[in-house]
């Protein structure tokens, strides 16, 4: 799958279609689509969490591992750790 043709200037419009591509296994896509989320607003910690899923799970570590502690550093989202 190819990211449609999708011009726009909103990090939340590039978020919201990189997690629509991840659900439906278009990891590139969604790559690509998260990348330019981060470009436009890269202050968005649940994008840098979201990328580092992806580049987790295709075995990127180290790079995950930098989005991941940038989302942390962060903590503009809300997530409890389990108890």
């Given at each position: 799958m190819q990211v449609p043709d999708f011009e726009t200037d909103d990090a939340d419009a590039w978020h919201a279609l990189?997690?629509?591509?991840?659900?439906?296994?278009?990891?590139?896509?969604?790559?690509?689509?998260?990348?330019?989320?981060?470009?436009?607003?890269?202050?968005?910690?649940?994008t840098h969490l979201a990328l580092g899923n992806l580049l987790f799970d295709t075995g990127r570590f180290d790079e995950a591992l930098r989005c991941f502690e940038f989302a942390t550093a962060n903590r503009d989202f809300n997530y409890d750790p389990p108890q």
């Open positions: 990189g997690m629509t591509l991840a659900a439906r296994g278009d990891r590139p896509g969604a790559f690509t689509a998260l990348r330019n989320a981060i470009l436009l607003d890269g202050n968005r910690s649940d």
